[in-house]
């Protein structure tokens, strides 16, 4: 048995899992519940791909060689939507972080997984990189099914508070991704 390359297969099949997951969820809704925020803690679906999008191609363009976030990188446009910009525009974004990723993990070898990178300055190794990304990605993919079936139900309303979305960017010891903790208030969610 090979742990690395065991690891490695494994993390290939758990990304194929959330962008199908994602995939389904984005294939049951409009276009304007894709663009549709709910409430200022809330991100549409269609943010929350862009920012996936841009994630994965940041951290897995060159992922053993340079900074997983890289200069080229703009964060906080992730989370703004231009008016004009279409489901196409959005799915492309998304796919292309997703195949940034497939591309780069199957190119790894089991001894890459003993290897370190850096995210931010900070080494990690290559297992913490990959946990990591996989958590990050998974977390606010989760998300999606949730956000598509609470737009078409407007009776399905969270609690609200006094933040806007700006305040989401960047809030010193919350996570970089919005949780959707709040979403799971409403008793008529169904999860995927």
Partial sequence: MD???????????QFQRIKAHGDKAVA???????TRVLDPESNSIAIIM???????????????TTDGEKPSR????????PGATTRDA????????FECVLATLEQLTPADV???????????????AL?????????PNTCAPRTGRRS??????????????ADHRRVPGRANSRNCSHFRESSKLVTA
């Fill in 90 to 97: 959005v799915v492309n974004d998304w796919n292309s972080g």
């Fill in 131 to 139: 946990n990591r990304s996989m958590t990050h990605t998974a977390s």
């Fill in 114 to 128: 003993s290897r370190d990178v850096r995210i931010r300055g900070e080494r990690l190794s290559v297992i913490q």
């Fill in 3 to 13: 742990f690395a390359a065991d690891y490695l297969e494994d993390v290939i099949v």
């Fill in 28 to 34: 049951q809704v409009s276009d304007d519940e894709l």
């Fill in 74 to 81: 703009h964060r906080d446009g992730e989370f703004e939507l």
């Fill in 50 to 64: 862009r920012h996936v999008g841009g994630n994965l191609r940041s951290r897995f363009t060159d992922f053993l």
């Fill in 152 to 165: 078409a139900s407007p009776a399905a309303s969270p609690k609200r508070s006094s933040r806007t979305r």
